[in-house]
């Protein structure tokens, strides 16, 4: 889920940790398998820049080198389901877009459940395009804060060649052009190490304040839409005041 506080809008899900590492490395799974898949069934990370990232993302996240392992072999040997990716948009309550990301092998069912999400909780869904334009889609190499302090991770970031960085006591977060995603990459990686992880994302232009009432909905839909076994990635511009977000999230 991506929005903005500066309280972490992860802490409402406190005490379903087991279960959202579960799901997690279900995801990272996924996109390991599709990107073999769709790298022409090649399982070498070399040759395959998509399963390169899939895999570094993974251990990230302290994925068990076995889990990866028999995510690439999955894919190798044209195992499995076969996955579409397919990006769903709508608004949330308050008027907030939000942008779903998805990895299925079953469209219908995949519209469907994401439609009863937003119906459910304050929602609707909308046309393909209708709130993608207020978003930007860019790489997103994020870093443990041991990288080197914020002055010297900013002088990377620049030399780099990226766009924007974020620093704060939980790590950098350093944003770059989506066509220049590679090549940032590559440089940083230079400069300091191997990231935690490296992604595209949505990131938006603007964001839209919601206040007590609707954001206790909207963190109900962005709960039941992260649940979805199909949704890989929720991105909104909602943002939460963190003495409201301290409240719910208590």
Not at 156 to 178: K, L
């Amino acid at each position: 889920m991506a929005g903005h506080s500066k309280f972490k809008n992860i802490m409402h899900r406190k005490g379903r940790q087991d279960a959202a590492r579960s799901k997690l490395f279900s995801r990272l799974s996924k996109e390991i398998t599709v990107a073999v898949k769709m790298g022409g069934g090649v399982g070498d990370p070399d040759m395959n820049p998509r399963l390169r990232l899939a895999i570094q993302n993974a251990k990230g996240q302290s994925m068990p080198k076995d889990n990866i392992q028999r995510a690439i072999t999955k894919g190798s040997g044209g195992d499995g389901e076969d996955y579409e990716e397919i990006r769903y948009e709508g608004y949330g309550p308050g008027g907030v877009a939000v942008i779903v990301e998805a990895l299925t092998d079953n469209r219908n069912r995949s519209a469907s459940n994401i439609r009863a999400c937003f119906t459910k909780n304050g929602g609707q869904m909308a046309e393909t395009g209708s709130v993608s334009f207020m978003f930007d889609k860019m790489g997103e190499i994020t870093y443990r804060p041991d990288a080197g302090d914020e002055d010297a991770v900013m002088e990377a970031a620049i030399m780099a060649g990226a766009d924007d960085v974020q620093s704060d006591e939980d790590g950098h977060v350093i944003y770059c052009e989506f066509d220049s995603f590679g090549e940032v990459t590559k440089n940083l990686e230079e400069a300091l190490g191997e990231a935690e992880s490296v992604k595209s994302v949505w990131k938006p232009q603007n964001n839209t304040p919601v206040d007590e009432e609707k954001a206790a909905t909207l963190l109900k839909l962005m709960d039941a839409l992260d649940e979805d076994d199909d949704v890989q990635n929720v991105y909104s511009n909602f943002e939460i005041d963190d003495e409201v977000m301290a409240k719910l999230s208590a």
